[in-house]
């Protein structure tokens, strides 16, 4: 991966809504923080903190390369910027390994965590391939990796349904910047939080979709096993985007751990 350098939180528009504590809601890779409207009933009881990573939705393509270490750092900066000292922190995917990365370098600013199918590290396979994925995206648009990201997003009858969750995708995916997507897949492929995810001490929530792909439910069980009091939570008829596919679940989840 190429040299990194930080990143702006200048460049983040950050969209707040509901009133309590506050909840940052980090969203997954090729998404914007519209992922997250489908958890809006949460507004009567905490202030839901969102915002759109760099190169994705309305935040620009960032000058440089970066890593999760660098988008960690950025969430510093925004929630600084935002006057918010301390909050509960969730991220899906890409926006779990931020969360776990910011929960881990900046522990005073997290009240509780919740982690939605993520993982500490990719496997072997899974780090070669984002690279080639990387290239499709510059070279066809991330729209050209909807029939593989659909089968791993969501369980068959879900897609077949093709209810108005699905189409989200659909239409985020259509739009997202093709080098937004690419910086961001070079990210996840040199990620690697094994040594540093253990010094979560905030009380953890970890979830899982009983569908995901295996490399997903294993690393679901490595977060429950390495960050000390986790919980475990498999979420049945879900696949990578749980939230998408049984969002009331989710939302019961939360208002029990929160």
């Known amino acids: 991966m190429p040299q990194t350098a930080p990143l702006d939180p200048g460049m983040i528009r950050v969209h707040r809504t509901g009133s309590g504590p506050p909840l940052v809601m980090l969203h997954c890779l090729g998404m914007t923080h519209h992922l997250w409207d489908c958890l809006g009933g949460l ?63 900046a522990a005073a600013m997290v009240d509780k965590l919740v982690l939605l199918d993520t993982t500490p590290r990719y496997t072997g396979e899974a780090r070669a391939n984002w690279a080639v994925r990387a290239a499709a995206a510059r070279r066809d648009g991330p729209a050209s990796l909807l029939p593989m990201i659909l089968k791993i997003w969501f369980t068959e009858p879900f897609v077949a349904a093709d ?70 939570e498999i979420v049945a008829s879900a696949a990578h985007a749980s939230v998408l596919e049984q969002p009331a679940r989710i939302e019961a989840l939360l208002r029990g751990f929160l």
């Open 163 to 232: 209810p108005p969750a699905v189409r989200l995708v659909r239409e985020t995916f259509a739009a997202c910047n093709g080098e937004g997507y690419a910086l961001a897949c070079e990210a996840l492929g040199a990620a690697d939080l094994l040594a540093l995810t253990p010094r979560i001490a905030a009380p953890t929530l970890v979830i899982c979709g009983a569908d995901e792909i295996p490399a997903f439910r294993d690393a679901a069980a490595w977060l429950h096993a390495n960050i000390a009091g986790a919980r475990l």
């Open 43 to 105: 507004t009567d009881r905490f202030e839901l903190i969102s915002y759109d990573l760099p190169g994705h939705g309305e935040t620009a393509l960032p000058a440089a390369p970066y890593g999760i270490a660098e988008l960690s750092a950025q969430l510093v900066g925004v929630l600084r910027r935002e006057g918010i000292a301390r909050a509960h922190v969730m991220g899906i995917s890409l926006g779990g390994l931020v969360a776990q990365h910011f929960a881990a370098t």
